[in-house]
């Protein structure tokens, strides 16, 4: 079975700093691309921040130069490093592994909440 299990959520006032990390098993990991998506409440769903197979990072607009995605290969998990939070990060965050067009899987997610 696949399984992919976020950690690292919480609580955290503005300007801090949490940092998410997803394990995954159960598929050949180093084949998969994988991102973090975002949803907060009365919102749909986005995209903010993907990490290929070979390391390259592409980030949406609200948290470039404030998130950091990043995998390890060797361990089968990746990491969402978030600096300057902001109340509008707060939101549940998935984490992501696909081959586009063919595969894709989820984690359940974790609670990040911003707030003073």
């Known amino acids: 079975q696949v399984q992919l299990v976020e950690s690292g959520g919480g609580l955290v006032q503005p300007g801090g700093s949490l940092r998410l990390s997803c394990a995954v098993s159960?598929?050949?990991?180093?084949?998969?691309?994988m991102g973090w998506y975002r949803q907060a409440p009365g919102k749909q769903r986005e995209l903010v921040a993907l990490i290929s197979t070979i390391g390259s990072a592409v980030y949406v607009d609200s948290v470039k130069g404030r998130f950091t995605i990043s995998r390890d290969n060797a361990k089968n998990t990746i990491d969402l490093q978030m600096n300057e939070l902001k109340p509008d990060d707060t939101a549940v965050y998935y984490c992501?592994?696909?081959?586009?067009?063919?595969?894709?899987?989820w984690g359940q997610g974790t609670q990040v909440t911003v707030s003073s």
């Open positions: 992501h592994a696909f081959i586009l067009g063919k595969y894709e899987y």
């Open positions: 159960g598929i050949i990991f180093s084949i998969y691309d």
